[in-house]
């Protein structure tokens, strides 16, 4: 009798698994339009591209809030603790309960009305003229806190969080962001002492493109990016996708024909996103299990390769030489090189921003979020209390919005929450290089000679191969041995930093 029982919950586990892959196609399918959009579409496409992205994310819920969704889920049993299908039923309900919270009607309006602001906000930031986007931005805003109304939390705020990491709320990440600010506002404030001349000369000039999409893929190449897997293409605002599978894994680029970093840094920080995505456990395709268990964990890759490794000494030990072939009218020596890509100068763009003054940008959207959504702070005063913030933590103005409140796709996309995600990401980065190194000493030599083999390899096997398995913070533990901490990061920025601006001995 056991075994009938236990054939019957196989059967209802296989045509669970085989519901979800179907809810998963319709999702990669719609990450192609979205991809399509962000690349190739002429701009005629809008309206029409909207509707389709409405009715596949409409579909995609209907399905998965489907009676017939709920009644596989609670029929397919208990399965083995620590098992690949006891973490699928885990993550599968918790979609499931979350989406059964929300309207149909409500997940197609908000795929309607943010793949309507996206150009939108294009048109704003190039024209830098932010009442192009507020309307669309009240559009977003109302939508996403409707949708945190029906969602769990102890702050509205908390259920943005929640989607991009699980576990996370707003008390912790303000806890986070404490640390983070008693550790870097002094070390801004030292540095700023020493500014002195600006150090980012080397990077500056005229740098063709084909050449730095040229070195960008030679240097991505040696990361193991895998191109049988993956394409690269620009965009306005790069991003990495994954299209149901790591088998096909793109990344998105811009390049500044004046400004070296933005292209070369930015195509390893997609690079990394993409890393990770292609090394999931391809068994994984198509079910809850696949892609990276939460956007901290995410970024703490992107950042690893753009930062850890792409701006420090042994990687550039290696690629300077080949640098200066690429681009003839870069000179000077290594260590000049080495110090302009690490120059601290406090500046609008995030993206654009150093490792040390990077996390004050974040914690500036984050609190200007939790203002939105828990403080009253309106769209029409949001430019104002941007500016604000920018001479509190930063010191500088932005001369206009595009500099300012109108430089990131995320709220037009309806990303609220995914900002502290890059700090969360910067933390877990340093945790997770450092375990790395301490198990495999090799790891440093080889970045020396531009191998990043054994790298990639731990990584895969602490960090990848797991797609969502287990939680968050219960995969950081396994991969360093300890919990979620800022203790390496800023004792990393502290050394770093301190020895480029001559305050601490060197090290
Ligand atoms: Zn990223």
Not at 3 to 18: C, G, K, N, P
Not at 201 to 208: E, I, S
Not at 245 to 265: M, Q, W, Y
Not at 407 to 425: K, R
């Amino acid at each position: 009798m056991a075994r009938v029982s236990t054939a019957r919950l196989d059967d209802t586990f296989r045509l669970l698994e085989e519901r979800l892959a179907t809810i998963s196609d319709v999702y990669s399918a719609a990450s192609v339009l979205a991809w399509d959009r962000q690349t190739y579409m002429p701009e005629g496409g809008v309206v029409g591209r909207a509707e389709q992205l409405a009715t596949l994310a409409r579909l995609a819920h209907e399905m998965l809030v489907s009676p017939k969704t709920g009644e596989l889920l609670e029929h397919a049993g208990g399965r083995e603790p620590g098992s690949d299908e006891a973490a699928l039923l885990r993550l599968a309900r918790r979609e499931y309960e979350r989406a059964s919270r929300l309207p149909a009607r409500l997940v197609a309006e908000t795929s309607r009305v943010t793949a309507l602001a996206e150009p939108a906000w294009i048109q704003a930031r190039d024209e830098s003229d932010w009442s192009l986007f507020a309307p669309h931005m009240e559009r977003v805003l109302t939508l996403k806190q409707e949708e945190a109304s029906y969602l769990d939390g102890e702050h509205p705020y908390d259920a943005m969080l929640d989607r991009y990491d699980p576990g996370s709320s707003t008390h912790r990440l303000r806890s986070m962001f404490r640390e983070l600010k008693a550790g870097i506002v002094p070390l801004v404030r030292d540095i700023s002492t020493k500014l002195g001349e600006d150090r980012t000369a080397p990077l500056r000039g005229c740098f063709d493109e084909a050449a730095q999409e040229a070195f960008g893929r030679d240097v991505i190449s040696s990361f193991g990016y895998d191109w049988g897997k993956g394409r690269q293409d620009r965009a306005v605002h790069p991003f990495c996708v994954n299209f149901g599978a790591p088998g096909d894994v793109r990344i998105t680029t811009r390049f500044d024909p004046r400004l070296l970093p933005v292209g070369l840094f930015g195509t390893c920080h997609e690079a990394g996103h993409a890393l990770y995505e292609q090394g999931v456990d391809p068994s994984y395709s198509r079910t809850p299990l696949a892609g990276g268990v939460s956007m901290g964990v995410h970024e703490s890759q992107s950042r690893l390769w753009e930062n850890l490794v792409a701006r420090s000494r042994p990687f550039w030990s290696h690629f300077y030489p080949r640098l200066r072939d690429a681009f003839p009218g870069v000179s000077g020596d290594i260590e000049t090189f080495y110090r302009a890509v690490n120059a601290v100068r406090p500046s609008e763009i995030r993206t654009e921003a150093d490792e040390l003054t990077y996390d004050l940008h974040v914690l500036l959207r984050f609190e200007l979020e939790v203002d939105l959504f828990e403080n009253g702070l309106s769209v029409a005063d949001l430019p104002e209390a941007w500016n604000a913030k920018m001479e509190e933590y930063l010191g500088i103005v932005p001369e206009n919005d595009a500099l300012g409140v109108l430089q990131d796709t995320h709220w037009a996309i309806g990303y609220f929450g995914y900002f502290p995600s890059y700090s969360v990401g910067n933390v877990l980065s340093v945790q997770l290089f450092e375990a790395a190194v301490e198990g495999r000493p090799e790891i440093l030599p080889e970045m020396e000679r531009g191998q990043f083999g054994t790298l990639l390899g731990w990584l895969r096997e602490n960090v990848y191969c797991h797609g969502k398995k287990y939680e968050p913070d219960d995969l950081i533990e396994r991969a360093t041995g300890r919990p979620p901490e800022t203790g390496p990061y800023l004792r990393y920025l502290e050394s770093k930093f301190g020895e480029l601006y001559g305050f601490v001995d060197e090290v």
